[in-house]
C-alpha cells in the first residue's frame, strides 16, 4: 500500500555531500515516523537518523553534526542531508517508515536501497 521511492545516492570524495530523498506514495494512509537505515558490507543495518511527524529528530552518534534529517509532509517526502562524509559512511542506504490507516499503524516498510559509496 505503501511505496517508498529513494533517489540522490551516489559517489562522493572525503569530505563531500550528498543528499537524499525518500517519497511515499499510496492512498489512504498518514505517514508518521520517518527514518534512514544504513547497512555496510558484513554489518548489521543501523538506524542513522530518524524523525517523527512533528519533527522531533534521532541521530546515530557517528553521524550527529554531519547529517541532518527533514520532512516535508506534504509531499510526504524524508530527505538526509550528508555532509563531511567519511570513508565509515559508504553503505547502501534505506528509507523506512511507518502509516496509519485511521486507528492502524503498521510496521515500518522499506525502500529498495541506494548506495552511497564515499572514496577518493
Known amino acids: 500500500q505503501v511505496q517508498l521511492v529513494e533517489s540522490g545516492g551516489g559517489l562522493v570524495q572525503p569530505g563531500g555531500s550528498l543528499r537524499l530523498s525518500c517519497a511515499a506514495s499510496g492512498n489512504s494512509f498518514i505517514i508518521q515516523t520517518m527514518a534512514w537505515y544504513r547497512q555496510a558490507p558484513g554489518k548489521q543495518r543501523e538506524l542513522v537518523a530518524d524523525?517523527?511527524?512533528?519533527?522531533?529528530?534521532n541521530y546515530a552518534d557517528s553521524v550527529k553534526g554531519r547529517f541532518t534529517i527533514s520532512r516535508d509532509n506534504a509531499k510526504n517526502t524524508v530527505y538526509l542531508q550528508m555532509n563531511s562524509l567519511k570513508p565509515e559512511d559508504t553503505a547502501v542506504y534505506y528509507c523506512a517508515a511507518n502509516a496509519k490507516y485511521n486507528t492502524i499503524t503498521t510496521p515500518y516498510y522499506w525502500g529498495q536501497g541506494t548506495q552511497v559509496t564515499v572514496s577518493s
Open positions: 524523525i517523527t511527524r512533528g519533527g522531533s529528530t
